[in-house]
């Protein structure tokens, strides 16, 4: 072969490589925590192509500890986390641990109750008494937390924090193990032999706490401040689909039911709980009214004294949200 046609060989070699580098799908390592909320979301987008087909080619992790996402944020074994515990960003953000919030993912559908027939009646009788939530440091624990302190008195050392995922506290409710729970909207309607009585919601103790009409987050999509740095388009893309994923489950519940029965595991009545609850407990926002409600959020949960210290001025970073409202 002579020197002209190597050449030639030589830049088409050159050019399919190019045009299959060009082409090859961005990897990204998505976590969440498999249990509550997150694990029906994350089932959904494990079962659905709408993150491959924004040309990501995903790992999912799975975590069975509410903290672990974050924890993994922090060593680098993610990359993003799409309902990592807002209180447990803010208190590592402040710690000064590389990540950024670019979306409000999980609104706080959580109430207060009791068994039927107990003799509290009220929020302010929970001083001294056993209640069961999300674990320490998570969202759930330190929003009840804040209320309770904010509207009632009670202090953290007021009451004993029973912590478990929403399966053990219902458990722990029907056994006596505590005297309350603060469960998620949709665990409750999936109680069948045990009846509660709701004490209170988180929206509305919030509501009464920051006298305003907002609704706290307890989950938001939280990525690696280098990842961001070096892949805003592949976090665009993620939130891009995680919105596409969202809007394909409001208007396919059937579908969704059918997947959580397969991939969650839940009993088919369970599953159709959760799917008709999908857009109440799932949220892909990141408008300016969404980034305020998580500064009152911090605020409060820094009165209270349940986190420290005070929030980078570049941790809520909207570019990328911004840019995925263009993303089909």
Request: hydrophobic letters at 45%.
């Amino acid at each position: 072969m002579n020197g002209k046609k190597l050449l030639s060989a030589g830049l088409a070699a050159a050019a399919l490589l190019t045009s299959a580098s060009a082409f090859a799908a961005d990897k990204v390592r998505i976590g969440y925590w498999s249990s509550g909320v997150s694990l029906g979301y994350g089932s959904v987008l494990e079962a659905t192509d709408f993150l491959k087909n924004q040309d990501l080619d995903v790992e999912f992790v799975r975590f069975p500890d509410v903290n672990a996402p974050l924890r993994a944020l922090a060593s680098n074994s993610i990359d993003f986390a799409f309902g990592a515990p807002a209180a447990g960003v803010f208190s590592s953000a402040a710690e000064g641990v590389p990540v950024k919030v670019v979306a409000a993912t999980q609104p706080a559908d959580v109430q207060f109750v009791v068994p039927e027939g107990s003799p509290i009646t009220s929020l302010e009788q929970l001083r001294g008494k056993k209640v069961g939530m999300s674990p320490a440091g998570s969202s759930v624990a330190v929003i009840a937390g804040a209320v309770l302190d904010g509207n009632y008195g009670i202090k953290a050392n007021d009451f004993s924090l029973v912590g478990g995922n929403e399966a053990r506290l219902a458990q722990f409710l029907a056994q006596k193990q505590v005297d309350a729970s603060a469960l998620r909207s949709v665990t409750i309607a999936q109680l069948k032999d045990l009846k509660v009585t709701p004490l209170g919601s988180f929206a509305d103790e919030w509501k009464k706490l920051t006298k305003t009409d907002s609704v706290p987050y307890i989950g938001i999509g939280t990525v690696r401040s280098e990842f961001l740095e070096k892949h805003p388009e592949v976090v665009a893309r993620v939130l891009a689909g995680l919105r596409n994923t969202l809007a394909w489950g409001d208007k396919n519940r059937d579908e969704v039911a059918t997947i959580l029965q397969k991939s969650a595991n839940l009993p088919e009545a369970d599953a159709r709980v959760y799917a008709g609850q999908w857009s109440q407990m799932n949220r892909v926002a990141f408008e300016p009214a969404d980034i305020d409600t998580l500064k009152r959020e911090h605020e409060v949960f820094k009165a209270s004294g349940m986190i420290k210290g005070e929030l980078p001025a570049d941790l809520f970073v909207t570019g990328p949200y911004e840019k995925s409202k263009s993303i089909q």
